[in-house]
């Protein structure tokens, strides 16, 4: 009946399914980690490498007061209270001890100084070394081939298997899978001896799946993501009984570039430098429009509302924060300019009302406060008359599914019916619902994959096994 067999079977290589495998692996004696796409690290290796923590040790050495309690308040702030607050809890009360397991267990290497991002009350975001999710996955990676891991690839998971009381038994798979072709590959059946952890992140790539739900995100609107990031694992959850959780609810990341496709280089430039140290500007008028440091929700709805083509106006001071310029530049994502009249004519931006905005800007950075808009402004910013100055065209993408799967704080995924937990079955990552509510904050992504992969991969090494 079955071809192989494990302790504990993982679905999904990213943040939330590797730090399952390598907690579950401490625990019980095999673990196998199956991921459809040719490539391990889905959207977490192509990610920014952002990862907040409440009560860091960088915080101390800045004097920022943090704590898990305003780090939770900021998400509930953001997701406009959609949030399961249960949940949304614990990623705030783990998220310092988990940003140190990354760093004494897996080697992980971040930049010496926190960034403050859009909707978060204080600087509490760290930075990989590489400003990339891989530099967090790669060490993972190794850890699993240190702790005899296999890591499956061109695996598809096309069926889960149940026993009589609907306890996930295993998995049925196909290997030498081809993305997407349904036609490839060879049929397999994997028994989980312990238990099955689903950690194969969201379906923003999805297009027909993610119009269901939200029928404004057309299939024209472009995407951050890997194109792996569909919908198949999530449904198949569903089949076995899972609860939907907030499924329409999805984001779209506004500091995207729209002169290159996907996440790409821009959008982290926009993220670190352009929203932070400088200005966002309606072209139309040459003025600001809104909070640049307003979360993800707020600033989306500014832009798309009014269907205005932004851009980000930063200087050389600003810029010194932006970790990918190089990139930026040599692509031409982000342009350079000696003058604002350079930059004015190159974007087609009104000159006299632009000036009159930076003006106004820098006045409120001498005062210390923007009575305009409220944004946050960082101790080190400056006035932006520092040339060169540079620009980046801005668009919205689809980003992140704040829907999903319903967990309990085991991360045991809950039946439709019974309101109980489905028996062997856990959940981590994007592909759980509720977390974030109507909106995720930047760099909370990594915290909560990670947090409930170890939470979900330590319970599902713990269950007793079958005979």
């Known amino acids: 009946m079955w071809d192989e067999e494990y302790d504990v079977v993982i679905i999904g290589s990213g943040f939330a399914g590797l730090s399952a495998a390598i907690e579950a692996r401490r625990l019980c004696s095999s673990v196998v980690v199956l991921e459809k796409m040719a490539v391990p690290g889905g959207n977490s290796i192509i990610s920014g490498g952002l990862f907040a923590a409440a009560g860091s040790p960088l915080q101390a050495q800045e004097n ?12 509930l702030a953001a997701g406009h209270d ?8 614990i990623v705030a009360e783990k998220s310092a001890e988990t940003l140190q397991w990354t760093i004494d267990e897996l080697g992980v290497k971040y930049r010496p100084k926190l960034s403050h991002l859009g909707g978060h009350s204080v600087p509490r975001t760290y930075n990989t070394a590489n400003t990339s999710g891989s530099g967090i996955i790669r060490p993972m990676l190794v850890k699993c081939r240190e702790m005899d891991i296999p890591i499956r690839l061109k695996t598809f998971l096309s069926q889960l298997i149940t026993d009589e009381s609907g306890a996930i038994e295993g998995v049925a798979v196909i290997e ?22 689903m950690a194969a992140g969201g379906f923003s790539q999805d297009k027909k799946f993610r119009a269901i739900q939200n029928p404004m995100l057309t299939e024209d609107i472009e995407c951050t993501n890997h194109r792996g990031a569909t919908a198949e694992s999530l449904i198949i959850a569903l089949k076995a009984g899972a609860i939907p959780v907030q499924l329409s609810m999805i984001q779209l990341g506004p500091w ?9 280089v821009g959008s982290m430039f926009s993220m670190l430098a352009g929203f932070p140290y400088g200005i966002l500007i309606d072209l139309r008028t040459g003025e600001r429009f ?8 707020l600033l989306v ?6 269907d205005r083509e932004s851009i980000a106006i930063v200087d050389e001071m600003g810029v010194r924060h932006a970790s990918t310029l190089e990139k930026c530049l040599k692509r031409g994502v982000v342009r350079k300019f000696d003058t604002i009249e350079e930059l004015a004519i190159a974007n087609q931006a009104p000159l006299i009302p632009l000036k009159a905005t930076i003006n106004a800007y820098n006045a409120l950075i001498e005062k210390g406060r923007d009575d305009q808009f409220g944004k946050p402004l960082p101790k080190d910013l400056l006035p932006l008359k520092h040339p060169p100055y ?4 801005l668009i919205s993408k689809v980003h992140y599914c704040m829907g999903g799967i319903q967990i309990n704080t085991r991360a045991q995924i809950i039946r439709i019916d019974t309101q109980q937990p489905i028996g062997r079955f856990y959940a981590a990552g994007e592909i759980v619902g509720g977390i974030h509510g109507a909106s ?3 760099s909370n992504a990594i915290t909560d994959c990670i947090v409930f992969g170890r939470i979900a991969g330590g319970n599902a090494a713990n269950e007793p096994p079958r005979p």
Do not use: C, T, W
């Open 64 to 75: 920022i007061d943090d704590s898990p309690e305003l780090m939770l308040a900021d998400m």
């Open 82 to 89: 959609f949030n399961h607050r249960d949940l949304a809890g």
């Open 176 to 197: 030498d899978y081809i993305f997407p072709n349904r036609e490839s590959g060879i049929g397999k059946r994997i028994r989980a001896k312990r238990a099955v952890v």
């Open 256 to 264: 995207a570039s729209r002169d290159e496709e996907g996440f790409g």
């Open 290 to 297: 809104v909070n640049e440091q307003a979360d993800r929700k």
């Open 301 to 306: 709805d500014a832009m798309l509302n009014f």
């Open 390 to 393: 540079y620009s980046i065209r």
């Open 440 to 442: 995720r904050l930047g």
